[in-house]
């Protein structure tokens, strides 16, 4: 299909990248919980648009460009651990009753999953290493072929967003009458995100 080798193996793979556990999950789950589906769903589309950028920055050979100058990629890697860092510590001294980290107006959602998304800077060495592996080698990976991964990522994606979205607000309805277990998880997904950028840190 448009020169992709093996579709169904790529759909595959992407939904097991989808669902291990990640800064752009807990965007979806936290953003559930604090603005409910609507916000859910446009931290799902931020994450969208975020990957479609990481992924045609990754074709365009930016990857390449990471790689060659050291310097640039460890910039990059410490703005995204200073911005994960400071969305957790946000959310750990946040005391009751003070406005949520997570603003509940929907544009706010799209652009800090958005955010956290695009300042993941190996997921553009990831995206250049991944497509290849599914590159019909009888094909030339044109425009067509790169078009149809990156839509179907799209789409996966959203369906993905939709269905953790669903099943995050059912859940936090009733999780909502008890204040308490909510400030607990939201000091919990704040620890999760430095935990987070501390590994993005120290990973080689």
């Known amino acids: 299909m448009f020169g ?6 790529f759909v595959v793979a992407i939904i097991v990248f989808l669902a291990i556990p990640g800064p752009g ?14 916000g859910g769903l446009a931290a799902t589309v931020g994450i969208i648009a975020g990957d479609q950028v990481l992924m045609w920055a990754a074709v365009a050979g930016v990857a390449a460009l990471l790689a060659a100058y050291p310097a640039a990629f460890q910039a990059v890697q410490w703005l995204g651990v200073g911005y994960l860092c400071w969305l957790g510590a ?3 001294v946040a005391k009751p009753g003070a406005a ?4 509940i107006r929907a544009g706010h959602y799209f652009r ?7 300042l993941n800077p190996k997921a553009v060495l990831f995206y250049m290493a991944f497509f290849p592996q599914f590159v019909d080698p009888k094909h030339s990976p044109g425009l067509p ?3 149809a991964m990156a839509m179907t990522i799209a789409v996966l994606t959203f369906l993905y967003g939709l269905g953790a979205v ?10 909502r009458a008890n204040p308490r277990v909510g400030r607990v998880l939201e000091k919990l997904a704040g620890a999760m995100l430095i935990g987070f950028g501390v590994k993005l840190a120290v990973a080689k």
């Open 90 to 92: 946000r959310m750990l």
């Open 145 to 147: 072929t790169f078009a």
């Open 25 to 38: 999950n807990l965007a979806l789950i936290t953003s559930t919980g604090k603005g409910g589906i609507r």
């Open 100 to 103: 949520p980290v997570l603003n």
């Open 166 to 175: 669903l099943l995050t607000h059912f859940l936090a309805e009733r999780l």
């Open 112 to 118: 800090q999953a958005a955010g956290i998304t695009l």
């Open 4 to 9: 992709v080798a093996d579709y169904g193996a």
